[in-house]
T-cell receptor, first 112, second 115 residues
Framework: EADIYQTPRYLVIGTGKKITLECSQT?????MYWYQQDPGMELHLIHY???????EKGDLSSESTVSRIRTEHFPLTLESARPSHTSQYLC???????????FGPGTRLTVL | AQKVTQAQTEISVVEKEDVTLDCVYE???????LFWYKQPPSGELVFLIR??????QNEISGRYSWNFQKSTSSFNFTITASQVVDSAVYFC????????????FGKGTLLTVNP
């Protein structure tokens, strides 16, 4: 069983607030990812990191930013939340070449 | 460019029926990896299986089985004697070999197993 954690699980905030979604893993995985998933089910990669101090934007443009100062921690920040940011955000990690990614439980974000 | 197509958006079956979820992929890589994930209503994606492009052996795990055919670029997933707990969204995904570790996901198939 994968040990990857996300907090908060649910978040309801007002427009304009700054928020940080936390993601931590205890498996020592070097690679970490953030996905956005709308109710229509499709997963979109918004950020990824292959190691400490290395971050890249994913396939879907996002106004969020990420940092990777420690191997186990990959937080995602929205400087000014808007209703269009309402979605589920899933964090994942992987190690090695074959790359099965292990997912956290997700954060359901609602911006009013 | 890579692509994964799950043509079945939703499937509804009655408990104990067998059901097959289709997955067709496109890639120009000779080495690649295929995956299936399950997403129950709780929202977390659960890893089910990984298949390497050079290993076409089918795999069975309990009521689950996977049929990988390179000739048709398909990696189908069959649940035998389905149960209500199998109700979930199932995603097929593709990853290239080498230093690109990103997954390309299909759009998912919502499986509903009715009692």
């Amino acid at each position: 069983e994968a040990d990857i954690y996300q907090t908060p699980r649910y978040l309801v905030i007002g427009t304009g607030k700054k928020i940080t979604l936390e993601c931590s893993q205890t498996m020592g995985h070097d690679k970490m990812y953030w996905y956005q998933q709308d109710p229509g089910m499709e997963l979109h990669l918004i950020h990824y990191s292959y190691g400490v101090n290395s971050t890249e934007k994913g396939d879907l443009s996002s106004e969020s930013t990420v940092s990777r100062i420690r191997t186990e921690h990959f937080p995602l920040t929205l400087e000014s939340a808007r209703p269009s940011h309402t979605s589920q955000y899933l964090c994942a990690s992987s190690v090695g070449v074959v790359n099965e990614q292990f997912f956290g439980p997700g954060t359901r974000l609602t911006v009013l | 460019a890579q692509k994964v197509t799950q043509a079945q958006t939703e499937i509804s079956v009655v408990e104990k029926e067998d059901v097959t979820l289709d997955c067709v992929y496109e890639t120009r890589d000779t080495t690649y990896y295929l995956f299936w994930y399950k997403q129950p209503p709780s929202g977390e994606l659960v890893f089910l299986i990984r298949r390497n492009s050079f290993d076409e052996q089918n795999e069975i795990s309990g009521r689950y089985s996977w049929n990988f055919q390179k000739s048709t670029s398909s990696f189908n997933f069959t649940i035998t004697a389905s149960q209500v707990v199998d109700s979930a969204v199932y995603f097929c995904a593709l990853s290239p070999g080498g230093s690109n570790y990103k997954l390309t996901f299909g759009k998912g198939t919502l499986l509903t197993v009715n009692p």
